[in-house]
């Protein structure tokens, strides 16, 4: 079976650094993905981790240990605009019709302050 | 970059009409498509795997003679809702995976049945 954890909801003030938290407990494990969605909108990519460490791109960074089934994503700068959900996502391991698969976490709505 | 476009992005329909949702690939082609169905407050649930030139592959809990999935070319999945009821009202948002390290997402279809 499939058990993705996040916190329900996190609060930050702009310019700050915060931390988004994602343990796993999969079947198999091909990868995680975070995406960012807002309010009635489709989830946008921010990232993929298949390897342990962590990867930058831009103000958000996103972290992997596959062997603690645990992941972060990290935003940094915070903006007013950062506001909105944030889902975790990971793709069980192996290929055929599974490749492409995604169990979500419940996502994390995080609320920017002034 | 890679692109999935999903149509229509909103519609509303009376109580026992069939909706059809299209999701297509416009770089790249996709042997397979998730469809996935999100409601308020909630995280992404898969519905179905949909396979280029056969059946598609349905989760635990989904009716299939409800929720038609044809994938008749490498570029095109359609979900058609038949007989729709209010309770199947919800955002449906399809996705692909052109490569290992993207996963991406159509617009999302915000489907209202009255």
């Known amino acids: 079976g499939q058990n993705i954890d996040q916190p329900t909801e996190m609060t930050a003030t702009e310019g700050a650094i915060v931390q988004i938290n994602c343990t796993y407990q999969?079947?198999?494990?091909?990868?995680l993905f975070w995406y960012q969605q807002h309010a009635g909108e489709a989830p946008t990519f921010l990232s993929y981790?298949?390897?342990?460490g962590l990867e930058e791109k831009g103000r958000f960074s996103s972290f992997l240990s596959r062997s603690k089934g645990y992941s972060y994503l990290l935003l940094k700068e915070l903006q007013m605009k950062d506001s909105a959900s944030y889902l975790c996502?990971?793709?069980?391991?192996?290929?055929?019709?599974?490749?492409?698969?995604?169990?979500f976490g419940q996502g994390t709505i995080l609320t920017v302050h002034p | 970059g890679a692109v999935v476009s999903q149509h229509p992005s909103r519609v509303i329909c009376k109580s026992g009409t069939s909706v059809k949702i299209e999701c297509r690939s416009l770089?790249?082609?996709?042997?397979?498509m998730f469809w996935y169905r999100q409601f308020p407050k909630q995280s992404l649930m898969l519905m179905a795997t949909?396979?280029?030139?056969?059946?598609?592959?349905?989760e635990q809990g989904v009716e299939k003679d409800k929720f038609l999935i044809n994938h008749a070319s490498l570029t095109l999945s359609t979900l058609t809702v038949t007989s729709a009821h209010p309770e199947d009202s919800s955002f449906y948002i399809c996705?692909?995976?052109?490569?290992?390290?993207?996963?991406?997402f159509g617009q999302g279809t915000r489907l209202t049945v009255v």
């Open positions: 996502a990971v793709s069980p391991r192996a290929g055929g019709t599974s490749y492409g698969k995604l169990t």
């Open positions: 770089d790249f082609q996709a042997t397979t």
């Open positions: 999969t079947s198999g494990f091909n990868g």
């Open positions: 949909s396979n280029e030139g056969s059946k598609a592959t349905y």
């Open positions: 981790n298949v390897l342990d």
């Open positions: 996705s692909a995976r052109p490569q290992e390290n993207e996963a991406f």
